[in-house]
């Protein structure tokens, strides 16, 4: 109850300062209420809600809620998948979703300033006008914010080329745990001033300090691009082929794989005329140079059909092209026809492992009785098992967590990680030792203490904390 009255002290103290619209602080059980969520699991109502419009603004709430040890947790639309705005200790939610003010794009240095409520996909369509992109694109890109991205680190299909969101970010506006406003990087490409902490807070997923505002890197759009679908029968060859599509210089600026399951989810759900009788399909996209691309296009299927691919088709229009993509965009939303709560996950492998991954896969699958479906970002070796299941049976729920765990097991024995774009949150945080070990786990703590000493900043979070096991039900 202490955090409780805490909470209330912030407020009241702040309202003193007349420093933020009364319309900006949300009290009451209602509104509240709306930010116990994300698209993950669990279920923590904050003491208050807080819309910040301006740097000055988080640094008195900060300030505040360090010196009364309130607890802060940032957020933007609240797409996260792993819990990372969950405020789990209650306390005060920062919602940044108001403050998109500032999206400036600068064509001769092609970087673009913006404020930490912008909608990602937005950043991307300003820097069209000036033929240039931001390349990192998550799925949710349409509808999460920049801040959210930065916090979490965020990928998405174009990340086998183009990397994802850090290798985008070239300085950054912080508010750090005592309220102080600093400056990380600049607006220039090389900066090797001193520790790199504009990489170390991005990812950090608001635990080290509050992203208020980010200098983001664009690149040349390309000129043209070609989608490609390729059919397998056997799921290990279409591993072959992505490695032999690598190997041979070409990198795809996406290369997506959905396995049996998925592929039948979707022909259910929509029929997009895709047969159910493979183990595999691959989604290709190469861009560039138009010419370029024809001969990489040619390239890239010769590789295929070396390496048992049934059929290769290449789309001759932008609008078969978005045709093929279609079944992919198709599977989440088909797959939980069949039950209502999906478990996605996003265990990365070694490319070379993804066959090995696939067969371990579909061992825990028959091994406890889940219904499991695979697709992914084949290309850098991130792979999304979805789980489909029912949180109202406790029995299912149980056998769900206990593949998760066996998931994770799985993805770090074969030398990869356990998260490659959805961050750690709460979802993760029981599983971090068993990849970083307790003295690098140690380790990460100690920059944790030394950033933030009385833990307010999105406290609860990535490190496991005493007895803490994976939980997919509510309580």
């Given at each position: 109850?202490?955090?409780?009255?805490?909470?209330?002290?912030?407020?009241?103290?702040?309202?003193?300062?007349?420093?933020?619209?009364?319309?900006?602080?949300?009290?009451?059980?209602s509104?509240?209420?709306?930010?116990?969520?994300?698209?993950?699991?669990?279920?923590?109502?904050?003491?208050?809600?807080?819309?910040?419009?301006?740097?000055?603004?988080?640094?008195?709430?900060?300030?505040?809620?360090?010196?009364?040890?309130?607890?802060?947790?940032?957020?933007?639309?609240?797409?996260?998948?792993?819990?990372?705005?969950?405020?789990?200790?209650?306390?005060v939610?920062?919602?940044?979703?108001?403050w998109?003010?500032?999206?400036?794009?600068?064509?001769?240095?092609?970087?673009?300033?913006?404020?930490?409520?912008?909608?990602?996909?937005?950043i991307?369509?300003?820097?069209?006008?000036?033929?240039?992109?931001?390349p990192?694109?998550?799925?949710?890109?349409?509808?999460?914010t920049?801040?959210?991205?930065?916090?979490?680190?965020?990928g998405g299909?174009?990340g086998l080329?183009?990397?994802?969101?850090?290798?985008?970010?070239?300085?950054?506006?912080?508010?750090?745990?005592?309220?102080?406003?600093i400056?990380?990087?600049?607006?220039?490409?090389?900066?090797?001033?001193?520790?790199?902490?504009?990489?170390?807070?991005?990812?950090?997923?608001?635990t080290?300090?509050?992203?208020?505002?980010?200098?983001?890197?664009?690149?040349?759009?390309?000129?043209?691009?070609?989608?490609?679908?390729?059919?397998?029968?056997?799921?290990?060859?279409?591993?072959?082929?992505?490695s032999?599509?690598?190997?041979?210089?070409i990198?795809?600026?996406?290369?997506?794989?959905?396995?049996?399951a998925?592929?039948?989810?979707?022909?259910?759900?929509?029929?997009?005329?895709?047969?159910?009788?493979?183990?595999?399909?691959?989604l290709?996209?190469?861009?560039?140079?138009?010419?370029?691309?024809e001969?990489?296009?040619?390239q890239?299927?010769?590789?295929?059909?070396?390496?048992?691919a049934?059929?290769?088709?290449?789309?001759?229009?932008a609008?078969?092209?978005?045709?093929?993509?279609?079944?992919?965009?198709?599977?989440?939303?088909a797959?939980?026809?069949?039950?209502?709560?999906?478990?996605?996950?996003?265990?990365?492998?070694?490319?070379?492992?993804?066959p090995?991954?696939f067969?371990?896969?579909?061992?825990?699958?028959?091994?406890?009785?889940?219904?499991?479906?695979?697709?992914?970002?084949?290309?850098?070796g991130?792979?999304?098992?979805?789980?489909?299941?029912?949180?109202?049976?406790?029995?299912?729920m149980?056998?769900?967590?206990?593949?998760?765990?066996?998931?994770?097991?799985?993805a770090?024995?074969?030398g990869?990680?356990?998260?490659?774009?959805?961050?750690?949150?709460?979802?993760k945080?029981p599983?971090?030792?068993?990849?970083?070990g307790?003295?690098?786990?140690?380790?990460?703590?100690?920059v944790?203490?030394?950033?933030?000493?009385?833990?307010?900043?999105?406290?609860?979070?990535?490190?496991?904390?005493?007895?803490?096991?994976?939980?997919?039900?509510?309580?």
């Amino acid at each position: 109850m202490n955090e409780n009255r805490n909470a209330t002290e912030l407020v009241q103290r702040l309202r003193a300062k007349q420093l933020i619209n009364e319309s900006r602080i949300l009290t009451s059980l209602s509104d509240r209420a709306s930010y116990a969520y994300d698209a993950s699991f669990g279920h923590h109502i904050p003491e208050v809600v807080i819309q910040p419009t301006a740097t000055e603004e988080v640094s008195e709430i900060v300030t505040l809620a360090n010196e009364l040890h309130v607890p802060v947790y940032p957020r933007g639309q609240g797409t996260s998948l792993s819990g990372g705005p969950i405020p789990v200790y209650g306390g005060v939610v920062l919602d940044f979703s108001q403050w998109d003010d500032r999206l400036e794009i600068y064509p001769d240095d092609m970087i673009a300033v913006v404020s930490p409520g912008v909608i990602t996909s937005h950043i991307d369509e300003a820097a069209k006008a000036f033929s240039m992109m931001y390349p990192p694109d998550p799925s949710s890109m349409n509808v999460s914010t920049i801040g959210g991205n930065l916090a979490e680190n965020a990928g998405g299909p174009r990340g086998l080329k183009y990397g994802v969101t850090k290798d985008y970010v070239l300085g950054l506006e912080i508010v750090t745990a005592n309220g102080d406003i600093i400056r990380t990087g600049g607006q220039t490409v090389k900066n090797v001033t001193g520790y790199d902490l504009t990489k170390l807070i991005v990812g950090s997923e608001g635990t080290l300090a509050v992203i208020t505002e980010a200098t983001l890197k664009l690149v040349p759009r390309p000129k043209a691009n070609k989608t490609m679908l390729v059919l397998f029968d056997d799921l290990i060859d279409s591993g072959k082929a992505i490695s032999a599509i690598l190997r041979e210089g070409i990198t795809p600026s996406k290369l997506e794989i959905m396995d049996q399951a998925s592929i039948k989810a979707v022909e259910a759900y929509q029929p997009t005329g895709l047969p159910i009788d493979v183990e595999a399909l691959l989604l290709i996209e190469i861009d560039g140079h138009p010419l370029a691309i024809e001969e990489e296009a040619e390239q890239v299927r010769e590789c295929c059909l070396k390496n048992g691919a049934r059929d290769v088709q290449i789309a001759k229009s932008a609008e078969e092209a978005s045709k093929f993509w279609q079944a992919r965009k198709l599977v989440s939303p088909a797959i939980v026809q069949v039950k209502p709560t999906k478990i996605s996950e996003d265990a990365t492998v070694p490319r070379s492992k993804i066959p090995e991954m696939f067969r371990i896969l579909k061992e825990i699958k028959n091994a406890n009785n889940i219904d499991l479906v695979v697709f992914g970002h084949a290309g850098d070796g991130n792979l999304h098992p979805n789980i489909i299941a029912d949180v109202r049976d406790e029995e299912e729920m149980k056998r769900v967590e206990k593949a998760v765990g066996e998931i994770f097991e799985a993805a770090i024995e074969l030398g990869g990680t356990l998260s490659g774009e959805h961050g750690i949150g709460t979802m993760k945080a029981p599983f971090m030792e068993m990849e970083l070990g307790a003295k690098g786990l140690a380790m990460m703590k100690t920059v944790k203490e030394s950033f933030d000493p009385n833990n307010i900043l999105n406290p609860g979070k990535i490190f496991p904390e005493k007895g803490q096991k994976l939980v997919l039900r509510d309580g």
